[in-house]
């Protein structure tokens, strides 16, 4: 009986010794799949010229549910894009302040709740 109990108390001291090294794991693949969306250029508040044509770049993790983003200039939206860095071709805008958002979508379109906006100046 000595032998068993202690048997058991050595397996339930390795596995809490296990358990202790998981949420490290689990943590960062929980991060790995967290939303996230840096619009890199143009900058915030950044002064443009009109009838000029500007790349947004990009680097967007979708996370959960989400499938694909848009961009938003004002209220027109753009395709939908499935490539999580690179350049996106905005369109020619005319002077003003103009509102650029990122919205992480689903595969129906729907809003999966990450977005960011910058606004520009064209002058």
Known sequence: ???????????????????????DTARAAD????????ILSPKDHEQLEADETYQLEYAVEPGPGGDHFH??????????????????????????EHVITVK???KGHVPTGP?????????
């Open 71 to 96: 961009v938003w200039v004002d209220s027109d939206r753009g395709p939908g894009i499935h490539d999580r860095k690179g350049k996106y071709t905005l369109p020619k805008m005319s002077p003003g």
């Open 104 to 106: 992480v979508v689903d």
């Open 115 to 123: 977005q960011q906006s910058i606004h520009v100046i064209v002058k």
């Open 1 to 23: 009986m000595k032998v068993r109990h202690s048997l058991q108390l050595l397996c339930l001291g390795a596995a809490a010794a296990l358990l202790l090294t998981v949420p």
């Open 31 to 38: 991060t790995a799949g967290a939303a996230s969306i840096q």
